[in-house]
């Protein structure tokens, strides 16, 4: 799926692609990524893997994120990164985690089943829960435990994914 990127020193939008990600695509933790996204692929055969790429530079991922369909038909958000060079307020590219969510969404519309369809789950750091809240329109259920729901996912798609054009 095509979306944008904000490329932080310029302000400028970069066309950005998110797709499947299989074993090669596998950023490292030995290249500062703090998952080892080859090894949740290795063992976590049932989950979906997804990156986040510039166009112009699919081999390198800016972003990841690994989702699991439940066997009631939830779609959990088990794992999202973004590249360490785009970590925090000095990272080269904005709206990568934005983007990613939105597809997380987008994909929980397809995936979904029955009740939980266009619902996305996830557990978050406690330290992201507001950020989760404020920014992005999630809602904290319980602790950590947290969701997006189809109003709150769909303003993400609407905003990250099909109207990022202006971001």
Same mark, same amino acid.
């Given at each position: ?9 310029? =302000? !400028? ?10 074993? =090669? ?5 030995? &290249?500062?990524? %703090?998952?080892?996204? +080859?090894?949740?692929? +290795? ?12 166009? !112009?530079? *699919? ?19 088990? /794992? ?5 060079? !785009?970590?925090? +307020?000095?990272?080269?590219? &904005?709206?990568?985690?934005? /983007? ?42 319980? =602790? ?5 729901? *189809?109003?709150?996912? %769909?303003?993400?798609?609407? @905003?990250?994914?099909?109207? @990022?054009?202006?971001?």
């Amino acid at each position: 799926m095509k979306t944008n990127v904000k490329d932080t020193a310029t =302000g !400028n939008l970069m066309p950005a692609l998110i797709s499947e990600a299989g074993y =090669g695509d596998m950023p490292l933790k030995k &290249d500062g990524w %703090n998952f080892n996204w +080859r090894q949740l692929y +290795r063992k976590e055969g049932d989950g979906m893997f997804f990156k986040l790429t510039l166009e !112009n530079t *699919p081999e390198k991922a800016e972003g990841m994120v690994k989702l699991t369909l439940t066997e009631f038909g939830m779609l959990v958000l088990d /794992c999202i990164e973004v590249a360490p060079s !785009n970590y925090g +307020r000095k990272g080269k590219y &904005d709206l990568v985690a934005a /983007c990613l969510l939105a597809y997380s969404c987008l994909m929980s519309t397809k995936y979904g089943k029955n009740e939980y369809q266009s619902y996305l789950s996830f557990e978050s750091k406690t330290v992201l829960i507001e950020l989760y809240i404020k920014k992005y329109g999630a809602t904290q259920a319980w =602790g950590q435990k947290m969701y997006f729901s *189809p109003e709150a996912g %769909n303003k993400l798609i609407n @905003n990250y994914l099909y109207g @990022n054009e202006k971001a």
